[in-house]
């Protein structure tokens, strides 16, 4: 597709159990972020990844988060042990093409995870 | 470290009436990229605007205007004559560095615009 794709768009899980989220950059973009918007609150940087460099992983709250992203491409988060405090949001966006990052993000419509 | 305040929680006005929002930046970087994003009810952000910190010169995008004051550290965002489909969370966010790299958002703003 056109934009940025994300999946699964809901996910209801319970305490204590592992969950996947996943998502599909624009094609061609270097740069994937990650960011969680918890109910009425702002968005807070979770990860970045830019072509082959290392991801700065520093806005993971904890080590039961973690992402890769494949080929360049597809990226996964991984949320183990959930918590009901992880419940949120979870927002991908891409952006910038070789050479081009002007750093206009393009975001996805989220995955909202309910942890009960 | 870099950090973006939107002082205002929530705005409600009627339509047609101008609204302002503000935006106040900290970076110690000299070269910066300051941003304007809309969230409307639906739920994806789309970005609005892009300001490198060299230029202070001011946007005007139909009834969107942007002021962007160096000596302030301020990012003001003005929708002149607003309308219902104005309603959304704004968000300002600010990003360091000559590439642009991660943003740092605010909380945003939740407009309202009533008929």
């Known amino acids: 597709g056109a934009g940025v794709s994300q999946s699964p768009s809901n996910k209801v899980t319970e305490k204590g159990k592992d969950v996947e989220l996943r998502c599909d950059p624009i094609s061609g973009h270097t740069a994937l972020y990650w960011y969680r918007q918890s109910l009425g609150q702002g968005l807070e940087f979770l990860i970045y990844?830019?072509?082959?460099?290392?991801?700065?992983k520093s806005g993971l709250p904890s080590d039961r988060f973690s992402a890769e992203r494949t080929g360049g491409s597809v990226s996964t988060l991984t949320i183990q042990r959930t918590q009901q405090e992880d419940s949120a949001v979870y927002l991908c966006?891409?952006?910038?093409?070789?050479?081009?990052?002007?750093?206009?993000?393009?975001f996805g419509e989220g995955s909202r995870l309910t942890v009960l | 470290a870099q950090k973006v305040t939107q002082a205002q929680t929530e705005i409600s006005v009627v339509e047609k009436e101008d609204v302002t929002l503000d935006c106040v930046y900290e970076?110690?970087?000299?070269?910066?990229?300051l941003f304007w994003y809309k969230q409307p009810p639906s739920g994806e952000l789309v970005f609005l605007i892009r300001?490198?910190?060299?230029?202070?010169q001011n946007e005007i995008s139909g009834r969107y205007s942007w002021n962007f004051q160096k000596s302030t550290s301020s990012f003001n965002f003005t929708i002149t004559a607003s309308q219902v489909v104005d309603s959304a969370v704004y968000f300002c966010?600010?990003?360091?560095?000559?590439?642009?790299?991660?943003?740092?958002f605010g909380e945003g703003t939740q407009l309202t615009v009533n008929p």
């Open positions: 970076t110690r970087d000299t070269t910066y990229y």
């Open positions: 966006a891409s952006s910038g093409t070789s050479g081009s990052n002007t750093g206009e993000l393009f």
């Open positions: 966010a600010l990003s360091e560095g000559t590439s642009g790299s991660r943003l740092t």
């Open positions: 300001r490198n910190s060299f230029d202070e």
């Open positions: 990844f830019q072509g082959n460099s290392a991801p700065d």
